[in-house]
């Protein structure tokens, strides 16, 4: 039974598009986020949602917009592609210190 | 400015000897320590952590040491199986801002 789940695994989209990324926990949860891995590997906080309110932006420029319908889900949306957007997104959610983190969507932009 | 930071990018042990994984910090507002570990194509799995009010963890194979004054955790693994191949994330805990920062990662490898 996946804990935190993310759809599509690989995207791949040519700049200008506008794409999104959805993520699921069912582990209960009130706080869950977005992380950026990029190409030199660093995991950096994007978002942070606790009970469908935002509670951090690390200062992403605003073409990515995440929503939070329910404390379950937290999806991300990207528009106007920009080669340096290619990474790999990882959605994770809270219990206590410790992160629990989904499989990642590999974002690439040509 | 980089708040974590593992300087070892890849690391290579013998199958049974023992792993150490470093990490160094330099926020003192860190309250909690955590180790994640990660396979390709997979998002990073938890691992240990450590409170800092403590200097060591323990369980089974692994063991997180924390020494405060120097800012440093290391993760030791005894004895190394070929399944820890994968790399290691060290992050540190915000107190209160219930967020994680995390070091670029060591990359493990366990020859046999």
């Known amino acids: 039974d996946t804990a935190v789940s993310q759809t599509p695994k690989y995207l791949v989209t040519q700049m200008g598009n506008d794409k999104s990324i959805k993520c699921e926990q069912n582990?209960?949860?009130?706080?869950m986020y977005w992380y950026k891995q990029d190409s030199k590997k660093f995991l950096k906080i994007m978002f942070s949602?606790?009970?469908?309110?935002?509670?951090i932006n690390e200062t992403v420029p605003n073409r990515f917009s995440p929503k939070s319908p329910d404390k379950a889900h937290l999806n991300l949306h990207i528009n106007s592609l920009e080669l340096g957007d290619s990474a790999v997104y990882f959605c994770?959610?809270?219990?206590?210190?410790?992160?629990?983190f989904g499989p990642g969507t590999r974002l690439t932009v040509t | 400015d980089q708040q974590v930071k593992q300087n070892s990018p890849s690391l290579s042990v013998q199958e049974g000897r023992i792993s150490i994984l470093n990490c160094d910090y330099t926020?003192?507002?860190?309250?909690?320590f955590l180790w994640y570990k990660k396979y390709p194509a997979e998002g990073p799995t938890f691992l240990i952590s450590?409170?800092?009010?403590?200097d060591k963890n323990e369980d089974g194979r692994f063991t997180v040491f924390l020494n405060k004054s120097a800012k440093h955790l290391s993760l030791h693994i005894v004895p190394s199986q070929p399944g820890d191949s994968a790399v290691y994330f060290c992050?540190?805990?915000?107190?209160?801002?219930?967020?994680?920062?995390f070091g670029q990662g060591t990359r493990l490898t366990i020859n046999p």
């Open positions: 994770a959610s809270r219990a206590g210190p410790q992160q629990y």
């Open positions: 582990l209960g949860h009130d706080t």
């Open positions: 949602y606790n009970n469908k309110e935002l509670i």
């Open positions: 926020n003192s507002m860190f309250d909690y």
């Open positions: 450590i409170s800092s009010i403590k």
């Open positions: 992050a540190a805990h915000f107190q209160g801002a219930q967020k994680l920062v």
